[in-house]
């Protein structure tokens, strides 16, 4: 709309507030998690070098919007070729429908077991495992049976929900309870950061921009580690940029036995 006077309802400069609201909790939250879990994200960063380095295979597993992060780790642009996403039918996305049926899914028992067992998972192989409550049987399950088979396991998940909600595992225990490098996301019961006068629930999450950022910060320290031992780090580069293609084609083709996305 043109002209000098401001003719928006008055909610809507609140809603700019809230805005900067979100974005103050967002950056906060980045601040604890990269000072706080430093330790956690270099030692993850590190077993993923290690099995890269001993020829081994990379999954990433997040159920609902954990998969989010987990997807976003798998064929990117300026990320590890080698990570390969370990799915789960119908708990993926929101794309299954009812999407309800995706959070029904996530509670039932030996869905990972068979999951793992069909998987070309094998022992000294690293599976990161996001979940931000690490209460469902799924993700408990998922890192149950992948210590049984011999797996790697880095769980990505919200420490605080073990203290404050039951499990819904038959174990009693959470994710964080069987991984052996554990991220804590600093994430607050419920995943809302907000709260204003006038709206009945708490809202905006921020878990997705958090546990992307922790994934990222977990590569990008793998890809150091590997350079530092003098291994190129199989990267990718965007497609869209000159000799993309090409670069990423000689990717593919030196790692084709441990990257599965494309068979």
């Known amino acids: 709309m043109s002209g000098g006077s401001d003719s928006r309802p008055a909610g809507q400069h609140g809603e700019n507030a809230l805005a900067r609201q979100y974005f103050d909790a967002a950056i906060g939250l980045l601040q604890r998690v990269r000072d706080e ?6 030692a993850a960063g590190a077993l993923i070098a290690d099995t890269v380095a001993a020829g081994g295979h990379l999954f990433a597993f997040g159920a609902g ?5 987990a997807q976003d780790v798998v064929y990117r642009a300026g990320g590890l070729a080698l990570m390969n996403l370990l799915a789960v039918p119908g708990t993926v996305g929101v794309d299954v429908v009812p999407a309800t049926l995706g959070s029904a899914l996530e509670r039932v028992d030996g869905l990972a ?3 793992l067992d069909t998987s070309p998972a094998r022992p000294g192989d690293t599976l990161v495992i996001i979940s931000l409550s690490g209460r469902n049987a799924l993700p408990v399950e998922m890192a149950m049976k992948a210590r049984t088979l011999g797996l790697q396991t880095i769980g990505v998940t919200s420490v605080a929900y073990a203290g404050e909600t039951k499990s819904r595992h038959a174990s009693g225990t ?16 419920g995943d809302a950061e907000l709260a204003a ?12 921009v958090v546990t992307s950022a922790l ?3 977990v590569m990008a320290t793998a890809a150091g580690e ?3 031992r003098g291994i190129e780090p199989p990267l990718l580069r965007s497609g869209n940029v000159d000799g993309g293609h090409e670069w990423n084609a000689r990717v593919f083709t030196e790692y084709a036995d441990r990257i599965f996305y494309r068979h």
């Open 197 to 208: 006068e006038g709206i009945e629930a708490p809202f905006a999450p921020a878990s997705t």
């Open 65 to 69: 919007h954990s998969s989010l992060a």
């Open 37 to 42: 879990e430093a330790a956690n994200i270099a």
């Open 226 to 228: 590997l350079a530092a």
């Open 174 to 189: 959470y994710l964080k309870d069987h991984c052996d490098i554990v991220i804590d996301s600093k994430i607050a019961i």
């Open 215 to 217: 994934l990222q910060a």
């Open 113 to 115: 077991s068979a999951v």
